[in-house]
């Protein structure tokens, strides 16, 4: 028992310095110099704002994002350690679950994720199952190990989970399961893990466009398709004005600390999404000590380039919905920000 609350309290203080910015920020692209270089800026036109009644909690960190019937859910693992369901309008529906050890309650809330009409909350052991209204169903144990900060809806009522870090001993990265939780299968291994990440933090996502999954990795701009039933057909790389990639052989660091330093040296692939046009990335490069440099670039069907735009600094970007880019704002309040994607 003690074990167990004492991991939850290291995984929290990995994930806060996780979320910190290190103090060096080299990978900063000055996008001015990069003009007349055949490098068009996508508009991303303001459509509207929504203010989360959070009541007297405040979310300072949005680690899961998922639209439910026009109604939003939204997990901070971080700072208010819940998941709430708010209606369109930003009115707080529920509070989902709650710290603790009994049922529906988790140690460590990681992330969230929708098959069909259950809702999944995973934490460092268990798999909470509710109704996607948020009504506690039951708690299975997690099929596999290792952390998780994804869940994506898979097809027939199945989720994909994404676990790929050094507490991971198993070398495959994705888990899919079925609506109760029991593992279908694993796929997509890789063989090791770059030394130098030593968070507990993984360092991979998915896009799920039609029957297709494509997996990026944080430390490199490319992605790999793979079908529903596990197998790869290509590796896709990304060429980028905004990429800087990582230098491993100089990457001779231990401590969470000398990594931050280190991966202020270079860009990170934080999202890869779908929309009506093609496909859009995320790439993160630290700015300064207070702030990272968040760019969307656009890509065709078939990965062409089409353009680029910067993400307003106090502008957490959080996903694509309909063709609209979603972003939060932690000022005095916690805003979710929908901009129209303008090609």
């Not at 596999?144 to 790929?164: D, H, K, M, Q």
């Not at 494509?214 to 793979?226: E, L, S, V």
Request: net charge neutral.
């Amino acid at each position: 028992m003690f074990q167990s609350k004492l991991f939850a309290v290291s995984l929290l203080t990995v994930l806060l310095l996780a979320s910190c910015n290190p103090d060096n920020g080299v990978s900063y692209k000055n996008i001015s110099t990069l003009q007349g270089r055949s490098i068009n800026q996508v508009t991303l036109e303001k459509e509207k704002e929504i203010t989360l009644d959070t009541g007297t909690d405040i979310i300072g960190s949005i680690m899961a994002f998922k639209i439910i019937d026009g109604n939003f859910l939204i997990a901070d693992p971080i700072h208010s350690r819940q998941c709430y369901l708010f209606d369109g309008n930003g009115k707080l529906l529920k509070r989902i679950g709650r710290s603790g050890e009994g049922p529906g309650e988790y140690l460590q809330l990681l992330t969230a994720g929708m098959t069909g009409d259950r809702l999944f909350l995973i934490d460092m052991i268990h798999i909470n199952i509710y109704s996607k209204n948020g009504d506690f169903l039951k708690a299975v144990q997690r099929p596999f190990r290792g952390l998780c900060n994804s869940a994506y809806e898979g097809p027939n009522n199945t989720i994909f989970v994404l676990s790929y870090n050094r507490y991971n001993l198993i070398t495959d990265t994705i888990y899919q399961l079925d609506e109760d939780g029991n593992l279908i299968k694993s796929f997509a291994p890789v063989e090791d893990i770059p030394p130098v990440f030593d968070t507990f933090f993984p360092q991979t996502g998915i896009c799920i466009a039609n029957t297709r999954l494509f997996q990026f990795f944080n430390f490199k701009y490319g992605i790999t398709f793979y079908d529903f039933d596990g197998r790869k057909h290509e590796d896709i790389n990304l060429s980028s004005p905004f990429y800087t990639p990582p230098d491993f052989g100089k990457a001779k660091v231990k401590g969470h600390q000398a990594e931050k330093e280190y991966r202020a040296t270079f860009t990170q692939v934080n999202g890869f999404f779908e929309f009506s046009g093609g496909y859009v990335s995320l790439l993160m490069n630290w700015k300064n000590i207070k702030d990272s440099q968040n760019i969307f670039e656009f890509w065709s069907k078939d990965f062409k380039r089409i353009g680029f735009s910067e993400v307003a600094e106090s502008e957490y970007p959080l996903g694509v919905y309909l063709d609209r880019i979603v972003l939060a704002e932690f000022e005095k309040e916690t805003k979710l920000i929908f901009r129209k994607i303008i090609l």
